[in-house]
């Protein structure tokens, strides 16, 4: 049998990630942190610990910050080499593109993939079955959002289902996204423009009598494609149900799992509850409550401030008195004293929100943002660079047309107008030649 070793690894980093945006403003996807932890780092550990030291990575979108943070790989005991395409080439394609680096049997897994499998047994699965490709299948509860795939008793694939409606659905084990191949099957992929694995590529072989292989495999999988799966990732964590590593040193005692790095100092009057990582040079006030959470690399957290089910990553600044619930804030970003940042919102990277600010649930603010004291975010932040605590300055109302003054603020203000005048009143709107102002009158008569 070929040892482990001589099995490669292909990580497809090069998406663009903009389904979950704005967390992926600086940085590609595969290099979002799980707890502390860029999400492909922690597949590049799982990869080595399966016997595996030889890996490509697929770039496209901000490549740079990929080969950065990991170089050539031999920090992690790994050898990395790199393939940039010039163009979108689908997920087979970019596979084609890297062909010079795939002359032995190779797994293919995405960069953006948050699971606890053990890929030893789907490699093992592949070389028992003498397999030309391989396809990790696992059973979900809701299988319409994924590829469904038939196997007979052996695990020979019988077909393919992408997407189905629940009329359609008879199966609900899906694809993955991660395979074993062997070089040979690389000869299908054309050299040049898109080709898709699983309405291009397997389609082929099936065509051409060529067996696929289906590894049904349990444990935990989950695409991270948005915010909220995101956070569901880091729920899942905390509530021990994927298998992950975490950094630190942690200590477990009474339901309470604590990690944090050796810099960290935590006052005795910080109440934690759960799980809490706490990265390296973060200071934590006294009183503070800490409540299933990540804390990331040089941040600060004031006094009697709550973070519940929160996400922090680096160089973050909170107030005292503030509590933020199941919120996601990104690199250097400062919250005041005294916030309010509800359930399900995002604060992307070198947002400024003053004291006492209140963020509504689900709201998102983009980067670069200022949000002043006191101000009650109801809707997203998208455009521009400031939030005003009010619209209203000395007997007008001023604002940003289309960003303050948005159509639906037009008509709240008219609502509000109208509730104080008597029946049968009678208002003049004028307007300038602007568009907006027409579109800001439009609204207030309707």
Request: charged letters at 25%; glycine letters at 8%; proline letters at 4%.
């Amino acid at each position: 049998m070929q040892p482990l070793q001589k099995i490669k690894a292909v990580l497809m980093a090069g998406g663009f990630g903009t389904r979950i945006q704005p967390l992926t403003n600086s940085i590609p996807k595969p290099m979002l942190p799980v707890v502390n932890i860029p999400m492909m780092e922690h597949i590049v550990n799982k990869l080595k610990r399966s016997g595996i030291e030889e890996i490509v990575i697929l770039l496209f979108f901000k490549p740079e910050v990929i080969q950065e943070h990991f170089g050539d790989g031999s920090d992690w005991g790994v050898q990395i080499a790199y393939a940039l395409p010039d163009e979108d080439y689908g997920t087979a394609g970019a596979v084609g593109f890297a062909r010079e680096h795939l002359d032995t049997t190779f797994m293919i897994v995405s960069g953006d993939l948050v699971t606890d499998f053990d890929f030893a047994e789907i490699i093992d699965f592949h070389r028992r079955k003498a397999s030309k490709l391989t396809i990790a299948l696992t059973p979900v509860e809701d299988p319409l959002q994924f590829g469904v795939v038939i196997t007979d008793e052996t695990g020979r694939i019988e077909r393919f289902l992408e997407k189905p409606g629940w009329g359609e659905v008879f199966s609900d084990t899906i694809n993955t996204g991660i395979y074993i191949i062997e070089p040979e099957i690389v000869e299908y992929i054309p050299t040049k423009g898109a080709y898709d694995f699983s309405k291009d590529l397997f389609p082929k072989l099936m065509q051409e009598g060529i067996d696929l292989w289906g590894c049904t495999i349990e444990g935990y999988w989950r695409d991270v494609g948005n915010p909220q799966s995101y956070r569901d990732v880091h729920k899942d964590i905390f509530s021990g149900k994927v298998l992950y590593d975490l950094p630190g040193t942690c200590a477990r005692k009474d339901g309470l799992v604590l990690c944090l790095d050796d810099s960290v100092k935590l006052p005795p009057s910080v109440t934690c509850k759960g799980m809490v990582i706490i990265g390296k040079d973060t200071i934590i006030a006294e009183g503070v409550t800490l409540e299933d959470c990540v804390i990331g690399e040089g941040c600060v957290v004031g006094e009697e401030t709550h973070l519940k089910a929160s996400v922090l990553w680096d160089r973050v600044k909170v107030g005292e008195k503030s509590y933020l619930n199941d919120s996601i804030v990104c690199n250097d970003t400062t919250i005041g004293s005294e916030c309010t940042i509800a359930y399900g919102a995002v604060i992307a990277e070198f947002c400024e929100i003053e004291e006492k600010v209140k963020v509504i649930k689900d709201v998102t603010i983009w980067p670069h943002k200022h949000v002043e004291k006191r101000a009650v975010v109801s809707s997203n932040i998208v455009w521009g660079e400031s939030y005003k605590n009010t619209l209203f300055h000395k007997g007008k109302v001023v604002g940003t047309a289309n960003v303050e003054l948005t159509g639906e603020m037009a008509v709240k203000i008219a609502e509000a107008f109208g509730s104080i005048l008597q029946e049968g009143s009678t208002v003049f709107v004028s307007r300038d030649y602007h568009p907006s102002s027409r579109m800001i009158k439009r609204f207030l008569l309707g």
